[in-house]
């Protein structure tokens, strides 16, 4: 415990980061440049087709038990270690590139042919490789193991995006800024259906009817259209040639025994370098999603006109979201997925969590998220960068969860699963951008205190520190105590007031 937040040290951290993005370079993307560690001030134009693969039936896995025990996280992690390591072949062999691979979520470019000209080359093998994804991951289950075969639904679009740096202190990935990304993801996740949807854009390009507003999110293409894309395509590779290369690695290098073994606290300290599927940790903590709403559209507005203070506006928001969770709450972000950051938490000993603590942490630490995204609204409008009406959708839930890294040697990605892990993203896409959400787990294992904050709706609005640190306080939250007992101890050692006094931690030094 001990932990706090202070607006001071926030307003400190977010100069700092500003000053690291004061002066942004924008150049054109050229043939086969680099997209690994791209410079914080630095962004690329790409013109691209987008294409998000979902896999769609992850939730059967981890609820293919009653209890949410080991045997149904080590069913998971193979699940997504055995498609990681086909979709992974598939990429290398088809020229594509990987942007991302979140779970059961893969982002990847097709760059290739280049030029304006190729724009319809570049949809129909985006097509083609979507369609060979589909039919080599419906082989790739295992029996034996209880592994089903994935079930894929696949998004995308094409167009013009501002490639930056996605990440901080290692895990950096390319992260793409503009419609055709934010598109191809939204098909991919409208919904359950198994299919590949273009977006209308992708569709004009290949000459398929445009379909009514919102329509191309729920319309597959047919087999007819993905006929027409996988000739023109000719890929090259075969469904057949893919399985027998991943099948012999699977022999050569097999994924071998999944062990788990309990994290000391604080997350902090978790090393994920050292993480391997026999070296995975597992622990009832708190999963944390915290999103940028409206960031979608902010992008659209200012790509072509600003895109210097989109670079600098993600950087500050980021750095100091990032910083919140693993700075003043000692928590882990496992990953930034675009705009939104999904981080752990954990409170108690190397054997046990202790829950009602972890519970009313990740309370406070969402108030603080709250907090220090308003200090970071605040500098870029003094530096005169329009936000216009950013906010930011919060959701947290309690469970088991398994952190470890999973794919191949010299492509490791970090992996963390478990039912609340995809139940806090549900929670934070029931929010607005004014809204904090507890999951059902964590509202029902919480102290009364974080109880009486969300209500019956499990929802809390404008919910910042100030606020979390007060409200719990009052309720008798053993946390919240502790941190306003030092703030005042600090703030005024000779001075012993009553907890019931208003707590203005962040003017505190």
Request: aromatic share 6%; with cysteine; hydrophobic share 40%.
């Amino acid at each position: 415990m001990g932990y706090s937040w202070k607006e001071d040290r926030a307003k400190e951290r977010i100069e700092m980061r500003f000053e690291e993005v004061r002066r942004v370079e924008i150049v054109d993307y050229k043939r086969d440049m680099s997209l690994e560690c791209i410079p914080a001030k630095k962004a690329y134009r790409m013109d691209a087709v987008h294409l998000y693969i979902d896999i769609v039936n992850l939730d059967e896995i981890l609820t293919c038990t009653s209890v949410e025990g080991e045997t149904c996280h080590k069913r998971t992690l193979r699940f997504l270690n055995q498609h990681y390591r086909a979709v992974h072949r598939i990429i290398l062999k088809t020229d594509a590139i990987r942007v991302d691979f979140h779970n059961q979520r893969l982002h990847a470019v097709v760059a290739k042919p280049y030029g304006e000209d190729s724009e319809r080359d570049r949809v129909a093998h985006a097509v083609a490789i979507a369609q060979l994804a589909a039919d080599v991951l419906a082989e790739t289950g295992d029996d034996d193991a209880q592994i089903p075969n994935a079930k894929v639904r696949v998004g995308i679009d094409s167009g013009r995006a501002l490639v930056v740096n996605n990440g901080r202190r290692g895990g950096r990935e390319p992260l793409f800024l503009g419609h055709p990304a934010n598109h191809a993801a939204k098909c991919a996740s409208a919904g359950t259906a198994e299919g590949i949807y273009l977006t209308n854009t992708a569709r004009a390009v290949m000459g398929f009817p445009v379909l009514a507003t919102g329509k191309d999110r729920t319309t597959a293409l047919t087999a007819d259209q993905i006929d027409t894309c996988v000739t023109e395509a000719d890929l090259g590779v075969s469904k057949e040639q893919i399985i027998k290369v991943w099948r012999e690695e699977q022999e050569e290098t097999p994924i071998g025994s999944i062990d788990f073994s309990r994290p000391t606290p604080p997350l902090s300290n978790l090393d994920f370098d050292l993480l391997s599927v026999s070296k995975t940790k597992r622990f009832e903590g708190v999963s944390v999603y915290a999103d940028v709403d409206g960031f979608s559209a902010y992008v659209d507005k200012h790509l072509d006109d600003n895109p210097e203070d989109l670079v600098r506006t993600l950087h500050v928001i980021r750095s100091e979201l990032d910083a919140v969770t693993h700075k003043d709450f000692s928590g882990r972000r496992l990953r930034f997925i675009g705009d939104c950051l999904h981080g752990l938490t954990l409170e108690g000993t190397a054997q046990t969590t202790e829950v009602e603590a972890t519970i009313s942490t990740a309370t406070l630490c969402a108030g603080a998220l709250r907090s220090s995204f308003a200090c970071a609204i605040a500098h870029l409008h003094d530096e005169g960068v329009d936000t216009d009406d950013l906010g930011l959708a919060i959701g947290f839930e309690l469970g088991p969860l398994s952190v470890t890294r999973l794919g191949m040697k010299g492509s490791m990605l970090r992996c963390a699963t478990g039912r609340a892990i995809l139940k806090s993203e549900e929670e934070q896409r029931r929010c607005t951008g004014t809204e904090t959400a507890i999951g059902p787990s964590a509202y029902a294992a919480a102290p009364s205190a974080v109880r009486t904050v969300f209500g019956s709706s499990r929802k809390a609005d404008a919910l910042d520190y100030d606020t979390a640190v007060t409200e719990l306080a009052a309720s008798g939250d053993r946390v919240a105590k502790g941190i306003q007992s030092e703030a005042y101890a600090a703030t005024a050692p000779a001075v012993v007031p009553t907890l019931s006094q208003p707590l203005r931690p962040h003017t505190a030094k």
